[in-house]
């Protein structure tokens, strides 16, 4: 769980900043009408929190360290063991996510968000910019603050992570950034 902690480590020392930056949210809530029972997987402190808990009555967010979270319901835990009973949820939304994850890590999320809702939607962000520190994993600076690490993962690699059939993929302009999306 090395991921993990580089990355809470990463927006802990980013954290009051990065927040403002994240203004719009990832429309993912649009894609169907998934129900009342929300789960928010690596929520943050952008405006996807507050996005979702407009879509829907009940959202449980959690993130690695309850610094990173909203106000709110909210659980301290990691994405590849969720403290939740099987089909506690009826969508669980890994949103800017998994990128962070190296691949058997993002698996791992995949199922678990699935386990514990009926339906699972993941995001990952393409680097266009960063160092390359090894095949398909960049290191991408925040200033002089924090170096986020993120993994290249595109519709075919989200198609290789997920454990069941994905009922939808594909392509989020946002700006001029590419974010690959798969629905379980």
């Avoid at 993002?106 to 393409?126: C, G, I, P, Y």
């Amino acid at each position: 769980m090395d991921w993990a902690k580089i990355a809470r480590d990463a927006y802990l020392a980013i954290g009051r900043e990065y927040g403002p930056t994240r203004r719009r949210p990832m429309p993912v809530a649009d894609f169907a009408r998934f129900g009342p029972r929300a789960l928010d997987v690596g929520a943050g402190t952008g405006a996807q929190p507050a996005y979702l808990e407009h879509e829907h009555p009940h959202v449980v967010h959690c993130d690695l360290d309850r610094r990173l979270m909203p106000h709110g319901d909210s659980v301290e835990c990691e994405a590849t063991m969720l403290p939740f009973r099987n089909g506690a949820f009826d969508v669980a939304y890994l949103i800017a996510v998994i990128h962070h994850m190296p691949p058997p890590a993002a698996a791992r999320a995949l199922a678990e968000a699935k386990r514990v809702a009926r339906w699972a939607v993941a995001t990952a962000w393409q680097p266009d910019r960063g160092r390359e520190v090894a095949p398909g994993v960049y290191e991408v600076p925040w200033g002089d603050r924090a170096a986020r690490i993120y993994y290249q993962y595109g519709v075919l690699e989200l198609f290789r992570l997920a454990s069941t059939k994905p009922l939808s993929a594909g392509v989020l302009l946002r700006g001029s950034h590419l974010n690959y999306f798969i629905l379980l």
